[in-house]
Nanobody, 115 residues
Framework: QVQLVESGGGLVQAGGSLRLSCVGS????????MGWYRQAPGKERKLVAA????????DYADSVRGRFAISRDNAKNTVYLQMNNLRPEDTAIYYC????????WGRGTQVTVSS
């Protein structure tokens, strides 16, 4: 069973940057498209960014396009989310996702952006 562990969250001021990492263990992530989701308090979990298994194709939610960048290093079994120009509305728990039918989830990392 593949386990995903996110890290890199924290408290940052508006306009700042964070880089999230998602490390897989117990199996290779290179077989799967991967994504980052986020869930703010009282709201549903939503897809923020996605990357194809090869890393050649990416997609973003309109709200983060141009500010966030998803990437992967298959040799390190790791997926990243570079977040720039953060806004208070980006505050949420960020989750890594992937695997067959998107069945693998991490426990999430909290990102808090102060105004």
């Amino acid at each position: 069973q593949v386990q995903l562990v996110e890290s890199g969250g924290g408290l940052v001021q508006a306009g700042g940057s964070l880089r999230l990492s998602c490390v897989g263990s117990g199996g290779t992530l290179s077989n799967y498209d991967m994504g980052w989701y986020r869930q703010a308090p009282g709201k549903e979990r939503k897809l923020v960014a996605a990357i194809a298994r090869s890393g050649g194709t990416t997609d973003y939610a309109d709200s983060v396009r141009g500010r966030f960048a998803i990437s992967r290093d298959n040799a390190k079994n790791t997926v990243y989310l570079q977040m720039n120009n953060l806004r208070p509305e980006d505050t949420a728990i960020y989750y890594c996702n992937g695997g067959p039918l998107g069945g693998y989830w991490g426990r999430g990392t909290q990102v808090t952006v102060s105004s």
